[in-house]
């Protein structure tokens, strides 16, 4: 039986801020009552109507579970006390809201809205704050319409509120247009979500809005599996499976996409390539600089290297490989050089040893890694400022303020004599294209990283295609020096990548096998290790020092419930303890979080507000230290110094950091390793992912499970081909120029 209730929110006991579930007390005048359903718009102090059903829980009693709902205005002056005084309106407090209602009665409404000049007839209220005011009130009422109409068609409030910052009062107009512009314009909105709106608002399932979004979904996909193109053949197929449409209406809509200029179409070895505009641009654009900065050489210098190289020795106290010595010269020789190597085949000392080369010469020195935690351990072993290739670049908001940009540039170049860069597997086509761009002909360009490492998370196989392409000095590090070699962890990783099984459960040594029979064994044996028998071991801190890595986020050991498992034993609910639900996320005072997303504009300050500073970056861990829900914000610690507040809207950028793939993990170092070995799909599980897993352990590696999986990924070297034309494009300049000089 479906009955309404009126009354004034009280309290919002809970709230879903990503699909507006809520639960409220409500003031009916005659007695408090408590509401619960999908409420899309809902605030302390408004009078409201909700209308449904009642339902007995068995613990917080009796609630209205409500199926629709409707604002009403305060019709009596505490209403509209309540109202005004809520926090809704920007401007207006409780003894604001005191003052307005005194002047105006209840007419306070109207004179903000149709008569906001009357507002300067208030003490405390000039002609800049009465505009200020009458614009906030505006922005409420369009903002509570579009919520009401994105509502319909099951939006989330979170959505909704981007969806309007976007598109303002012309909302509804342009999504009852076309729905599908929200899958290029909102970020998380793709091109499922879009379907589903257009679907609910009755748009033709063979527009060409929906066709050419579906083929740029497709295409997308593909980019999010580390493609810069798809193969166009591939992409028809693929497309026309997700539209459930002809084939001839896919090719309409690719050739309408390339002659609007979305995407573009070229031959690569045989077969039609599509790119993303982006990405083509970007492929191209490296292309160019690689070969423009190549090209400056550097061999006239008149340097000894002998006694250069020999002063560094003596003044670092280390003795340089043939190979190392080798590397020091061709950095300072060429236009751009790539040094790669395994663990402990010494890329820090040749990084610290061309640093002291470049310095002695007075040449000026630019660090950059791709991500925060690999520029801090840059910094470290350098002794010298590193920084994220986009801080490098002056990542921020543009000056027309249409969207964040890279300051330096083209037009902006960076003002360095030598520019090292770190960590190179990880960089994408993007990235690398942006980086380039701000380099000048006559700038040395120093690129290290681990080629046989995970290649980036974005699009593009950027340093083996720079490798393969033979366009570019390349020094390779294969000797391990004799303290490394004491290691078994770099000792079984050099072992796994060339296709042997790791030496382990040696006495005294660093590197541990612990054989279980199926992921229940394996999740009770990690739970175990990370609260019992490592701190037992060696002191170990459980939050701290250990880190958990999985090949992938679903199954019982994948790092959603893993980070369910650890956070219950390693940061157990308690009533000293506040919490956060977000989604699916549950937030804890205590919790290990990380970083998902770089954000460079969110302010940090230090805990004796000395320091202050911007940014925190994706791959940062750090641990929640307060949750306000009167503020409505978590406070986060990164690096025991950065102290950084998320709005709760913002909590999609976090997650539980117990456990991470092996993918996230890439540009860190952790103290322990933990890494459970059991099924998964072929694709993860390789040679390349477990390399990578373990050499991101500096003390000690634990591997927990079942061996042959670990064989199996050993064995299986296959990593997953990307379509990339970096190197076709690097080659095909390099054969042209030797036909030149044929």
Known sequence: MSIEIKGTVREIIFRNEENGYVVAEIDTGEEERVVVGYIPIINVGETMSFTGSITVHPIYGEQLHVISSKQIPPADLEGIIKYLASGLIKGIGPKMAERIVEKFGKDSLDIIQYNPERLIEISGIGDKKAKAIAQAYEEQREIKEVMLFLSEFGVSMAYA???????????????????????DDIIGIGFKMADTIAKKMGIDPKSPYRIMCGIKYALTRYNLEGHTYAIKEELILRASEILAVERDMVEDGITTLTINGDIHQENINGDIAVFPMAFFYAETGVCKKLIELSHT???????????????????????????????????????????????????????????????????????????????????????????????????????????????????????????????????????????????????????????????????????????????????????????????????????????????????????????????????????????????????????????????????????????????????????????????????????????????????????????????????????????????????????????????????????????????????????????????????????????????RAKELVVLVGMEKYLHMMIKNEKNSNRNSGLSFRLKRIIDEKLLEQI
Request: with cysteine.
């Open 161 to 183: 509120i981007k969806i309007f910052k976007k598109y303002g009062d012309k909302t509804v107009e342009l999504l009852r247009e076309n729905p599908y512009r929200l899958a």
């Open 297 to 695: 050489a550097f061999g006239d210098s008149k340097l000894d290297f002998k006694k250069e190289i020999h002063g560094i020795e003596k003044e670092q106290d280390i003795i340089l490989e043939e190979k190392q010595k080798e590397a020091i010269e061709e950095a300072f020789k060429n236009g751009v050089t790539v040094i790669t190597g395994g663990p402990g085949t010494g890329k820090t000392t040749i990084v610290n040893s061309i640093i002291k080369l470049f310095e002695d010469q007075s040449l000026k020195i630019g660090l950059a890694a791709p991500t925060g935690r690999a520029a801090k351990r840059l910094t470290e072993t350098t002794g010298r400022e590193a920084k994220t290739i986009h801080r490098l670049l002056e990542y921020s908001f543009s000056d027309d303020n249409t969207g964040m940009a890279f300051m330096k540039n083209g037009e902006e170049p960076l003002s360095f004599d030598v520019i090292i860069i770190d960590e190179v597997s990880m960089v994408d086509i993007l990235l690398m294209y942006h980086l380039l761009k701000a380099i000048i002909p006559g700038t040395r360009l120093i690129l290290v990283g681990d080629a046989d490492q995970l290649p980036s998370v974005g699009p593009g196989n950027v340093l083996q295609d720079i490798i393969e392409s033979g366009l570019v000095t390349v020094v390779r590090l294969t000797e391990i020096f004799r303290q490394a070699r004491e290691s078994m962890i770099v000792v079984n990783a050099h072992r796994i990548n060339e296709g042997l099984k790791p030496r382990v459960n040696i006495k005294e040594k660093d590197f541990f096998f612990l054989s279980k029979r199926n992921p229940n064994e394996i999740l009770h044996t990690i739970k175990e290790l990370c609260i019992r028998r490592l701190p037992k071991f060696k002191d170990y801190d459980s939050r701290k020092d250990i880190q958990v890595l999985t090949p992938m986020k679903n199954s019982k050991v994948g790092t959603i419930n893993m980070n369910r498992e650890l956070q219950s034993i390693l940061n157990p609910k308690s009533k000293e303890k506040r919490e956060r639900v977000f989604g699916d996320k549950l937030f804890r005072v205590g919790d290990k979080i990380m970083q998902i997303k770089n954000n460079y504009n969110i302010k940090w300050k230090s805990k004796n507000g000395f320091k202050e500073g911007e940014g925190v970056f994706n791959g940062d861990i750090g641990y929640v230290t307060d949750i306000d829900d009167e503020e409505k914000l978590l406070s986060v610690c990164f690096d025991d110094e950065k102290y950084v507040d998320y709005d709760f809207s913002s909590l999609d950028e976090i997650e539980l950091a117990y456990s991470i793939t092996i993918h996230k993990s890439q540009g860190s170092e952790f103290p322990v390793i933990v890494i459970p070995m059991c099924w998964g799909p072929p694709m993860l599980l390789n040679r390349n992912l477990l390399y990578t897993a373990v050499t």
